[in-house]
């Protein structure tokens, strides 16, 4: 199988082979546009007229992180009629519109690449959507549906136009990511999401919308996607990708591949000083509000065609200390991965082991901004009936020195 890699309309190079071996093949065109060892791709794979072998499997893990994960992937299988783990099959199927900027197409398919189309949708088909899963997993149509994205929470992805909400067809770049209202437990997460991410606009950490929105007696929480400008695509990658990790290894536990410190190292040699100290911010940001899974595929970079890499905004911002789960974070802070026991040293020491000098000042500057956001921004209805409540309390405690359960260090 020979697939085309597109990026910012200039076809960089192929994807050859099988399951197995496929790897990425850079070409003259993408090299003459973007330059000898270019990161617009990515930190780790650079644009090179002759790739290292040794490298080989790092560039076909880099490809299949653009795969979804769990349930999702799993329907995305059935409704392709792919067998698991081929990655250059379900690109061929579903990549030309994936996380980032990527487009890629089976360049020995007569019908590719196609002319993407738009199909406009009412709230009831946009319900209908939410709620199957299994027969249009991603919104993606039988036939026509041609986008992927990763992550394990039930969502379609859509696209916002001036006369409403519409289907994408053949690679038309979606625009929106939309998450249904669950039922039980988890019924407050798009809420708690949306608070989260409110907060997190609110001190300047992120910066795309997020609301709740009802289609057809169905609350779902509408996320404009922050690798698209103007509907236009934007590339990224996420930490995972950069970091070489494979799936689960998104959590520092599973094999200690990833840690907040590789990531931070990543930033140091490809972005600003400035993108360094966001990070900073936003694991405390995370500490604060219980947010446990900020892991490396909710860590990305953004690769501008002209410009150089910088950290993505804080996406996926949704506390979670009041569920019921491990209480343990996706990333340690300082060695410690239990969410109660984190107090504001071991953030301070955290970022400090990173080489930012003013660790202590980043700490304390951002929690007196999330105690001012807080006390003056409420959670919607719908969302966990004391998360406000909680959240003050923990930046109360790390601001006074105490553990984020308010016992002494």
């Excluded at 001036?162 to 929106?176: R, V």
């Excluded at 290894?249 to 100290?277: C, H, I, N, P, W």
């Excluded at 892991?295 to 506390?319: F, G, M, W």
């Excluded at 660790?359 to 006390?375: K, W």
């Amino acid at each position: 199988m020979r697939l085309a890699v597109e990026l910012y309309g200039t076809v960089i190079g192929t994807l050859e082979g099988d399951a197995r071996t496929f790897d990425f093949r850079p070409n003259d065109e993408g090299i003459a546009r973007f330059g000898v060892n270019s990161s617009v791709l990515s930190v780790t794979v650079p644009l090179l007229p002759t790739q290292r072998r040794d490298h080989a499997k790092r560039r076909r893990n880099w490809f299949s992180e653009l795969l979804p994960e769990g349930d999702q992937y799993d329907h995305m299988l059935a409704q392709g009629g792919l067998r698991r783990a081929d990655t250059p099959g379900f690109l061929a199927r579903y990549g030309r519109d994936v996380a980032g900027a990527l487009q890629l197409w089976d360049l020995d398919d007569p019908t590719e690449p196609r002319a993407p189309a738009l199909r406009a949708l009412d709230a009831t088909e946009i319900k209908a959507l939410l709620e199957d899963p299994i027969g249009s997993p991603l919104a993606n149509d039988a036939n026509l549906g041609k986008s992927s994205l990763g992550g394990i929470q039930p969502k379609i992805v859509l696209v916002r136009t001036g006369s409403g909400w519409a289907q994408s067809l053949g690679g038309h770049p979606t625009t929106h990511i939309l998450k249904p209202r669950l039922t039980g437990a988890l019924s407050s997460v798009i809420f708690d999401e949306e608070f989260g991410s409110r907060v997190a606009r609110r001190i300047g950490l992120t910066t795309f919308e997020t609301a709740i929105e009802r289609f057809d007696g169905l609350d779902a929480l509408v996320i404009e996607r922050y690798d698209r400008d103007h509907g236009e695509r934007l590339h990224q990658e996420d930490g995972n990708q950069a970091l070489g990790a494979q799936g689960n290894e998104k959590y520092q536990e599973y094999g200690g591949v990833v840690s907040l410190a590789r990531m931070a190292s990543v930033l140091t040699r490809f972005t600003s000083a400035d993108d360094l100290e966001r990070l900073a911010r936003m694991v405390v940001l995370a500490a604060s509000i219980g947010n446990l899974d900020l892991h490396t595929k909710n860590v990305s970079l953004l690769h501008p065609p002209d410009s150089e890499v910088r950290l993505a905004p804080a996406y996926d911002v949704v506390p979670q200390a009041h569920h019921a789960n491990d209480g343990k974070l996706a990333l340690a802070v300082d060695g410690v991965y239990r969410h109660t026991e984190i107090t504001r040293d071991h953030l301070a020491s955290e970022i400090t082991g990173w080489g930012v000098h003013r660790a202590t000042v980043i700490v304390e500057e951002t929690l007196e901004q999330l105690d001012a956001a807080v006390a003056t921004e409420a959670p919607l209805p719908g969302a966990f009936p004391h998360l406000q409540e909680q959240i003050a309390a923990f930046v109360t405690n790390l601001r006074e020195g105490r553990r984020i359960d308010g016992s002494a260090p």
